[in-house]
């Protein structure tokens, strides 16, 4: 069975950071391409951020270029993403997700507000 288990949100200040991280089990993790998806309320699901299978190569949602930096363990079956600069329209459920959508976790609320 595929889980997927985020981990690491919470409530910061804007401009704190913040570092999610997304356990997975049950497919051969270090062989698929993942994304980081968020949904902000009243809204539909948005693509944050992608890296492939290897680690090398990744991409951004321009609203988060330069201030989100998304990363993956393979030896530890485990995606992260360190985030930065927070931002109050960061506020949102992040959730991590196998690239085809095929598979998603739970989500972690991230909330950013003084």
């Known amino acids: 069975e595929v889980q997927l288990v985020e981990s690491g949100g919470g409530l910061v200040q804007p401009g704190g950071s913040l570092r999610l991280s997304c356990t997975a089990s049950?497919?051969?993790?270090?062989?698929?391409?993942m994304i980081w998806l968020r949904q902000a309320p009243g809204k539909g699901p948005e693509w944050v951020s992608s890296?492939?299978?290897?680690?090398?190569?990744?991409y951004y949602t321009d609203s988060v270029k330069g201030r989100f930096t998304i990363s993956r363990d393979n030896a530890k079956n485990t995606l992260y993403l360190q985030m930065n600069s927070l931002q109050p329209e960061d506020t949102a459920v992040y959730y991590c997700?196998?690239?085809?959508?095929?598979?998603r976790g739970q989500g972690t609320q991230v909330t950013v507000s003084s």
């Open positions: 997700a196998t690239a085809d959508r095929s598979s």
């Open positions: 049950g497919f051969t993790f270090g062989t698929y391409t």
């Open positions: 890296i492939n299978s290897g680690g090398r190569i990744t």
